[in-house]
């Protein structure tokens, strides 16, 4: 009981930590974000609507094998939706004969999907734009298909240069992982991987605001404190992110 205790207690991002450290791994401040993305599934505060994702996949583990392994090899070339769809550009929607991104959110979606009003004030170009969205695609590439211009970089959820304030409506994000789940709940998202859930009213911000909300304390804490505990600088990785050798 104590020990269901304490891992309810601590939690996934105690869970990450003790991973990375008996790897001898310093997650440093992405660690942060990453953990606090982790629920436990038996925990009564986890959001089902976050949790894990269905099977895209049209068969079963054991149907694939009866098919692609049944004796016990399976061809490198083997013709089948992951295989085979990976060497394609546009991957698993056109090897069923779609297009790229079709029911991924990055490409057109079902045709009878509700669609949402977006109203976005884009402070970068000051202008303000409106655009219909359907229910089953991303934000962000919608817009440009409807020849609006709105700042982005990955375009995966990854980094924050699309963030946004959400003023008015509910956008779904579940893979915004360059968005932490308390900056999710404070109305930041990201529009190259969100879905309108509601008529939207957003609100572009500049990068290093999210970035320093999410992890500008522990650094003012802890990264210029040469005294602080686990702290430990890095400076070949510093280097490398400036693409400095």
Sequence with gaps: ???REEKKKSGGAQMLQNVADSAGVSLGPIGLTIG?????SSDESYDEESGPMESIASVSTEEWRQKYEADGTVDLWVKEEFNAASRLIG?????FGGEAGQFSGEGRGKSDAPRHKVKIFNKFLDQEVDVEVPED?????????QGLILPYACRMGCCTACAVKV??????QPQGLGVSNPLKQMGYALMCI?????DLVLETVEEDEVYDLQ???Y??????????????RDDFAIELALLDE
């Design 167 to 172: 003023k008015e409506g509910d956008m779904y």
């Design 219 to 232: 650094f003012e804490e802890r990264a210029t404190d040469p005294n602080a505990e686990s702290i430990e």
């Design 36 to 40: 606090s993305d982790l629920k436990d």
């Design 137 to 145: 695609r991303y934000v962000l590439w919608e817009a440009e298909d």
């Design 1 to 3: 009981m104590a020990e």
């Design 91 to 95: 991957g698993r929607a056109v090897h």
């Design 215 to 217: 992890f500008g304390q």
């Design 194 to 198: 969100g879905y309108p859930r509601s």
